[in-house]
T-cell receptor, first 126, second 108 residues
Framework: EVQLVETGGGLIQPGGSLRLSCAAS????????MTWVRQAPGKGLEWVSL?????????ADSVKGRFTISRDNSKNTLYLQMNNLRAEDTAVYYC??????FGSGSYPAGCYFDYWGQGTLVTVSS | SSELTQDPTVSVALGQTVRITCQGD??????ASWYQQKPGQAPVLVIY???NRPSGIPDRFSGSSSGDTASLTIAGAQAEDEADYYC???????????FGGGTKLTVL
């Protein structure tokens, strides 16, 4: 059974830093594309960051330069280091596995998130 | 980046069929996937790669696409299908991911 367990959320003042963790079991983090997705209160889902199986990292424009995604292979854990936090970063942060869908071709024809954690709430407020 | 557009709210009578749509330029290149989210819960994948259902998802859920629009159809909607539904695809750069704004489905 796959489990993704996020920790590290909490109340933080604007400009502060926080590190989220996502401990995985049932899958090997380093062999998969792993992502962070967030959801502001009462709002929709927003993709935040991706680290692919090759270790390459990608970010949404809204967090580029402030957030860093990483992984610890020995701990099978995904991280999100969040710096210079803003009120608009307030959200539930989910870690999720991203899969490529190839269909009948050899290039990805889509993608999907098949496993999600339960989320951790980050509140940025003074 | 790119955008995916969904109707904010859709309603359906119990037992009837409803279609939820998702429109965006990236859907001309990439298939959409769909998620169901109930209050206080993490999203659940219901359709991937346009029309594939993960195990455990009822067969009343189906997906399709045409041009720049993807659709999620629920045939014979049940009370437990009342939820928010989100589509996603790769964005136009192929390195990021984009979600639709979500559709709140009400089962009357």
């Amino acid at each position: 059974e796959v489990q993704l367990v996020e920790t590290g959320g909490g109340l933080i003042q604007p400009g502060g830093s926080l590190r989220l963790s996502c401990a995985a079991s049932g899958i090997i983090v380093s062999s998969n594309h792993m992502t962070w997705v967030r959801q502001a209160p009462g709002k929709g889902l927003e993709w935040v960051s991706l680290i692919n199986s090759g270790g390459y990292t990608y970010y949404a424009d809204s967090v580029k330069g402030r957030f860093t995604i990483s992984r610890d292979n020995s701990k099978n854990t995904l991280y999100l280091q969040m710096n210079n936090l803003r009120a608009e970063d307030t959200a539930v942060y989910y870690c999720a596995r991203l899969r490529d869908y190839f269909g009948s071709g050899s290039y990805p024809a889509g993608c999907y998130f098949d496993y999600w954690g339960q989320g951790t709430l980050v509140t940025v407020s003074s | 980046s790119s955008e995916l557009t969904q109707d904010p709210t859709v309603s359906v009578a119990l037992g009837q069929t409803v279609r939820i749509t998702c429109q965006g330029d990236s859907l001309r290149t990439y298939y959409a996937s769909w998620y169901q989210q109930k209050p206080g819960q993490a999203p659940v994948l219901v359709i991937y790669g346009e029309k594939n259902r993960p195990s455990g998802i009822p067969d009343r859920f189906s997906g399709s696409s045409s041009g720049d629009t993807a659709s999620l159809t629920i045939a014979g909607a049940q009370a437990e299908d009342e939820a928010d539904y989100y589509c996603n695809s790769r964005d136009s750069s192929a390195t990021g991911v984009v979600f639709g704004g979500g559709t709140k489905l009400t089962v009357l």
